[in-house]
C-alpha cells in the first residue's frame, strides 16, 4: 500500500557536488556511498486527532539524482493535513533532503508509519531503490485514560439565552419617531399668524395730509413767511421722491426741474406750475422776499392742485373727498 501512494507522485531531485568557486566547471561525482532514508516521528504517544510531526530525511553523496514520492492524502492509517520541505543540508560531501509532514490519526493503540521508499541514480547511471525504517506511535483515547468515563454522555445543560436589547431599541426608535412627527404637527398648527401689514399710505394722500396740517398751523396769520415757504417746498419735494422716484429733496431747483422736464408722467402745464411754485419758494428761502397774503394763498393753492393733478387716476372717491377737504 505503501509503494502504491509513494509512487502517486514523484519529485525529483538532483544533488550536485559541492565546489568552491575557483573550482573547474566540470563536475566529479563522490565515491559511491550507500543512500540512507530515515523515517521518524515527533513523539511516541499522542491523543486522537492530534496533529503529529513525520520527517523523512534522505542523505545520498553528492551526484546522486534522487526521486523523493510526494505524498497525498494519507499514508497508512493516517491522514496528511500538511507537508513541506526543510533546506538541503551539506555535510561532508552528503547532501540531505528532508521533507516533513503533519499527520493525525483517529485510531487507537499502537500504530505505524509504513517504511518509505526512495528510488535514486547513481553516479554510475544505475537506477536503486532505497527502503527507510518504519515509524511507530501509540495513540490514546480519553476513555482509555479516564476509567470512569462512558462512551454515551448525558446531555449538556441548556445554554442561558442572551437577554437581546433590539426589540426594546426598535420601540424606542418608533416612539421617537411619533414624538418627532406629534411636534411637527403641533408646531405647524401652533405656528405664529403672519402678521396683517397695513399697505403704505400713496405718495399723494400723505402730501394732501401734510397741506392740511401746515394750513392749520396759521404761519401766515403769524407772518412766519419763511418757515411757511420751506415747509410747502419740503412737502412738494416728498411727495415727487415718494410718488415719483426723483430724489428731489438731494437737488437744486435748476436740476429738480430738468429731472422733472425728462418726466413723461407731467405734461407741460405742471411741470409749468411747479416751476413757478418752486423759483418763488426760492425768492422766498434764499433772496429773503416778502410775500403779500395773496402770493401765500396762491403759492399752497398752486401746490395743492399740483398734488391734486398728478396723482393716479384709480384713486378712491373716499380720497377724492379728503383731498378737496
Request: proline share 6%.
Amino acid at each position: 500500500m505503501l509503494t502504491r501512494v509513494f509512487t502517486t507522485c514523484l519529485l525529483f531531485v538532483a544533488i550536485a557536488p559541492a565546489a568552491a568557486d575557483d573550482a573547474p566547471t566540470a563536475t566529479v561525482a563522490a565515491a559511491p556511498a550507500a543512500v540512507k532514508l530515515v523515517a521518524s516521528l515527533d513523539r511516541k504517544e499522542a491523543m486522537i486527532g492530534d496533529p503529529l510531526r513525520y520527517t523523512v530525511e534522505i542523505s545520498a553523496p553528492a551526484g546522486t539524482e534522487l526521486m523523493v514520492p510526494v505524498l497525498s492524502g494519507g499514508v497508512g492509517e493516517f491522514t496528511i493535513t500538511d507537508f513541506g520541505d526543510l533546506p538541503t543540508r551539506n555535510d561532508n560531501g552528503r547532501l540531505t533532503v528532508t521533507r516533513w509532514y503533519t499527520l493525525t490519526c483517529f485510531n487507537a493503540g499502537e500504530r505505524k508509519v509504513p517504511a518509505p521508499k526512495v528510488k535514486y541514480k547513481a553516479a554510475d547511471g544505475e537506477l536503486k531503490e532505497v527502503e527507510g525504517n518504519e515509524a511507530s506511535v501509540t495513540i490514546v483515547s480519553l476513555l482509555a485514560r479516564d476509567k470512569s468515563a462512558t462512551d454515551i454522555r448525558d446531555i449538556k445543560p441548556p445554554e442561558e439565552v442572551p437577554f437581546d436589547w433590539r426589540p426594546y431599541g426598535l420601540g424606542v426608535a418608533m416612539l421617537l419617531v411619533l414624538i418627532g412627527i406629534g411636534a411637527g404637527f403641533y408646531f405647524l398648527l401652533n405656528r405664529p399668524k403672519k402678521a396683517y401689514v397695513v399697505p403704505p399710505m400713496p405718495a399723494h394722500e400723505i402730501a394732501l395730509a401734510a397741506l392740511r396740517k401746515l394750513h392749520a398751523r396759521r404761519y401766515i396769520e403769524e407772518g412766519r413767511f419763511e418757515d411757511f415757504y420751506v415747509e410747502l417746498s419740503a412737502i412738494i419735494r416728498n411727495y415727487l421722491e415718494d410718488g415719483f422716484h426723483l430724489r428731489a429733496p438731494e437737488m437744486t431747483t435748476e436740476e429738480f426741474l430738468g429731472a422733472a422736464g425728462r418726466d413723461a408722467r407731467l405734461n407741460a402745464n405742471q411741470r409749468r406750475l411747479l416751476s413757478e411754485f418752486l423759483s418763488q419758494a426760492d425768492l422766498v428761502k434764499f433772496a429773503r422776499h416778502h410775500p403779500t397774503l395773496d402770493d401765500t394763498e396762491a403759492a399752497f393753492a398752486a401746490a395743492k392742485r399740483f398734488v391734486e393733478e398728478t396723482r393716479p387716476q384709480h384713486s378712491t372717491a373716499a380720497e377724492l373727498t379728503d383731498a378737496a377737504a
